[in-house]
């Protein structure tokens, strides 16, 4: 009798040994491994392992049937009991992890193992027999299984599981998207790639227009100030994601790789989404640890095959009936919805994100964007957990941390946020200017130096700009003049003038500059009434003597001040436009006449507009009002130069003699492109017909007018005195 | 005479029809505050955005959707829907996700006319019935003397100031005149510990002249500030994440020569959306 209750204990092992990983990964993943109470993981792994270690004694020594019954039904009952308990326990605090459940079913099926091997030494082939018999039982199952037609298996069971559940995912990762801006056009290096990862903030949500988010502000501040230098400004960011999805985002580098990872860190869990459907709770950092191991599970020869089996997905189907039911009846619908990741998740994930960044060399930079702004009905004094576990983590590692909260006044915040945690415009350009500041502070040169000195960028260089704006606080107003400092570093031989404007009224001439540093004196009567806290602009205008390099533009003498590169593609030749000025693209992209307004002294886009004849014929009335009414505007001898290219077709649905009349206007000769040509036109209001620079053919034209040093020429320092 | 049976009916369906809409019209222009005045007309150069769904503000309210009540909801404080024809916002203040969105400011349209000169302006508010004295307090701004030149691109806006009178109404109210200019703030006068009682209402009056404005709390004078055309520029109301609850507002001020080369004369704004009792957000 014992040797046969030691043969069916072997074969009833052998099925354990096969069965029980097969249950678990087609439990997967939606089998919460949660469980109610305060014992953490390890404590449950220890006590497994002493039942485990008791129930091979009183096997091995016991004399007894009953004693022997005893210790195979513990045996068996033991790996039941683990998965049960933690798969139809309600969701709780301290929740098992993956880790320790794999450590219990491995702990387990080691002890099974040598228990096997231990007692049957002189039965080795029958048990190997069982195993086979296993196998085949198993294969006979699946056969049987697919010889069933399809249409008795409900939809839920021919579906194929995702390795996650839909409603658990984080937001899909998108491919990183590049702020518009200079493409390193004027800078022959690497270029200092910094990436973006973080949630709704750094996606721009809510702003209508992206170009409104920090991303794409700190892009500009970047091309515009650091001249010669090239820098890529890169948004993997995705609305919704949290901090643990940001660790996802981050593991999941761009080609070639980032120098710099900006890790914006919400607070959001998408544990909420979970209740939703009828799947147990996970909360982001079980998800991702969850989501991370099966991906190298799916790796494993032959894993992929055994989950497209309709056996899996048969036994998947009714243990998650099981599951939910058992769910149901303890916790019933009492969940709670925790809209926020917690503070001891949220720092495990910054930490993690620090690790992998000194692992890939990656320069971290922690940006809070969280308002502590207090919601409907909140008290003044609530602590905030977050905050605190973001600065142990960015002390913990030395990360540069930029905060809202730390970096701006009470009242500074209120200009700042639309939302409890949603940044208005304001908030974005602010929050651009602070990571700039990060990059290049003195504070924080220790933890760039490595970086600068790879990619040969000067963090002490001076922030240059066309435009310079400096602020007039309070004091200011009682002073007679104010004091400042200047220079235009690329002015290596011409002279230009410095001029000033106090809140953008009338522009004053300071003086002559070049590129020595001099001090300026605006006087008390320029300043004229100043507000609390006022501006002086700062910018470089041609000298009367002639000064800067001015490139000629047609034939009636006027120049234009800055390097433009114009294309235009009818449809016989690509059907593309673009024009841009510094090497900042400003045409609308859009089918039809292309058309940019160019302030003519500094050349700044005052304004772009597309005009296509497939919306309306009067496309030339049109266009002449548009004209005419620029012509008007402008200051005698400061009319903007007008670019006009064409993008697919320009020449079909048109009044000619209108279209014409419009061209002569700004100095064409009235040509009008055929139907799908190409066509430029770059012209002044007012200018005599014929004078204006025309092309028009069959073929892409692409002009450029300029060096491209005109980039830099017109940029200078200031700073006050 | 068949002919003539049917054109006589479909002519008195019409009248039927036409008469309707005119009503509906009138009671649209009273929901929309009773404003005497209009609204200062686009000239295409507004740094405010044109009002949109205004075919929402011309039906009743039981007549709306509940999304379109969403709609007329979010234009404005939290609580206080306000009419587009007078108010308008910033290109970069309007949000794909409005409800979301909690706080952004809102400006009277005809506060960007160059002959704009407020002479008064007055904000009755309240506090909750369970207004405790450790409360957060509910924040109001009453913006004046604005300018606003947005960037022809995407870039920082050439000017973006505002004087501000920010009301933090608690049992232990606080008033303070703010001076904005981009993201730097300056503080210009403050009072504080103003003490209000829970469940009442009061009327916060703001009095201008181009060198001073003074506020008064029910005819009491608070708080003044001198400066220079503080009674010129952009004005208008914006809230905060938790926004006091405001009844009324009513602004008086000359409206000065329009575009079309008329007279605005002297003018009171209100632009308030009447809605129905159980549809006021309440604190």
Known sequence: MKAFSKKVLRTM??????????????????????????????????????????????????????????????????????????????????????????????????????????????????????????????????????????????????????????????????????????????????????????????????????????????????????????????????????????????????????????????????????????????????MHQRRMFFERLSRVPGYLTWRRTRSFAVLRYYLLALRDGIAKTISGPALKTKYRVSSADFGWALREAARYGARNDLRIVFVDVFSSGQPKGRSLARPDDHAAALVRAAKAYDIPLVSLETNSTPAQKREMFCGPHLLNAAGHRFLAQQLYDVFFAPQTASYWTALWQRKNIDPARKPLGKEIRLALGALDTAQSEIRIRATAPFLTVEKALLAARVDYGALHILGVIGKDEQVFTASREMLGVLRPIGEIGLRL????????????????????????????????????????????????????????????????????????????????????????????????????????????DGGQNVKRRELAEAFRYIGGTGTIPRPYESFVLLGFPGAAPGTALEKTGRELIDIQLGSPALRTAYLLYAERE | MLVFRVAHRVLYLGLIIGVFWLS??????????????????????????????????????????????????????????????????????????????????????????????????????????????????????FLFGGAFVPAAGSGEPLVDSTYMLRIEAAVNAEVTFLFRSRSAVEELARLENIALQPARRYVLTVKFSPQEVTCFLDGVPLLGLRGAELNRGLTGLKGALRTAAVYDFKLRAQIGTLPQGVDGGVCVLGGLVALPEEHVLSE
């Open chain 1, 541 to 648: 205008e041609r000298s009367a003597s002639g000064g800067l390099k001015c490139v000629p533009v047609g034939t009636d003498g006027r120049c234009f001040p800055a390097h433009l590169h114009v294309i235009s593609g009818g449809g016989t030749a690509g059907a593309r436009v673009y024009a841009a000025v510094d090497g900042l693209r400003a045409d609308p992209d859009a089918s039809g006449y292309n058309v940019v307004v160019v302030e003519p002294r500094f050349g700044e886009v005052i304004a772009s507009a597309c005009f296509n004849p497939q919306n309306s014929e009067a496309v030339g009335q049109t266009l002449d009002a548009f004209l005419h009414e620029l012509g008007r505007n402008a200051p005698a001898g400061q009319e903007p130069l007008i670019i006009v290219a064409v993008k697919s």
């Open chain 2, 24 to 141: 509906l019209a009138g009671q649209a222009a009273q929901a929309a505050g009773g404003n005497s005045c209009g609204v200062a007309p686009d000239t295409g150069k507004s740094a405010l955005l044109p009002a949109k769904n205004l075919r929402l503000y011309n039906l009743k309210w039981a007549m709306l959707t509940e999304k379109q009540r969403v709609v007329v909801k979010n234009f404005g404080l939290m609580g206080l829907p306000l009419d587009p024809r007078i108010w308008g916002i910033r290109a970069e203040d309007e949000f794909s996700a409005a409800p979301l969105v909690w706080v952004r400011p809102f400006y009277l349209r005809v506060s960007e006319s160059p002959g704009f000169q407020v002479e008064e302006a007055s904000i009755e508010f309240g506090l909750p019935d369970d207004a405790q004295a450790d409360a957060q307090p509910a924040v109001i701004d």
């Open chain 1, 13 to 286: 092992l052998l099925l354990c040994l096969v069965a029980a990983p097969l249950i678990f990964l087609a439990a997967e993943p939606p089998l919460a491994v949660y469980y109610q109470g305060r014992i953490s993981g390890a404590a449950l792994c220890g006590a497994a392992f002493l039942f485990l270690a008791l129930c091979y004694a009183i096997y091995r020594w016991a004399k007894s049937r009953i004693a022997f019954s005893a210790a195979c039904l513990v045996m068996y009952a033991f790996p039941a009991a683990v998965i049960l308990i933690t798969c139809f326990a309600p969701p709780g605090p301290n929740s098992v992890t993956d880790f320790w459940r794999f450590l219990v079913l491995f702990l387990w099926g080691a002890a099974a193992v040598s228990f096997y091997c231990g007692a049957g030494e002189r039965l080795i082939w029958p048990g190997l027999f069982g195993l086979v018999l296993v196998l085949s039982s198993l294969y006979a199952v699946e056969l049987a299984l697919r010889a069933v037609p399809v249409d008795v298996f409900s939809k839920q069971i021919l579906s194929v599981p995702s390795f996650a559940d839909m409603t658990q995912l984080p937001p899909p990762r998108k491919e990183p998207v590049r702020a518009p801006g200079r493409i390193c056009a004027d800078s022959a290096r690497t270029p200092v790639r910094i990436l973006v990862v973080g949630g709704a903030a750094s996606a721009g949500e809510p702003l209508l227009a992206p170009s409104l988010s920090y991303v794409f502000h700190l892009q500009r501040l970047l091309d515009e100030r650091r001249p010669g230098e090239c820098f890529e400004v890169l948004s993997a960011a995705v609305a919704g994601a949290g901090a643990v999805d940001v660790l996802h985002q981050m593991q999941q580098q761009p080609s070639p790789p980032a120098d710099i990872v900006l890790v914006e860190s919400g607070r959001e869990n998408l544990e909420q989404r979970a209740l939703n459907g009828s799947s147990a709770i996970l909360s982001d950092r079980e």
